[in-house]
């Protein structure tokens, strides 16, 4: 028998893709919890402009329907998932 260890990861063939994506998220969090932390800063459920907040989720809503794009698969008979960016 052979007692040389096998990593599952070996075996992933996107596997640097999905942790790249992974270090990304973690910048992304990184970030987030410096800002949380940032002074000053008041409660997070206290939004002192009510039309400004909605104003910019609409904004955003805009965006994201302006930009929604679709790429069809290279292969016409794959069944997986194309990502939109």
Sequence with gaps: MS???VSALNF???RNEFLLSQLKVAGVLAIACFGDKWEP???????????LFWGFHVVLLILSI????HKAPRDPNSSRITFLS
């Design 66 to 69: 302006g930009t929604w794009t």
């Design 41 to 51: 800063s008041y409660e997070r459920n206290k939004n002192h402009n009510m039309t």
């Design 3 to 5: 007692s040389k260890a």
């Design 12 to 14: 992933w063939p996107s």
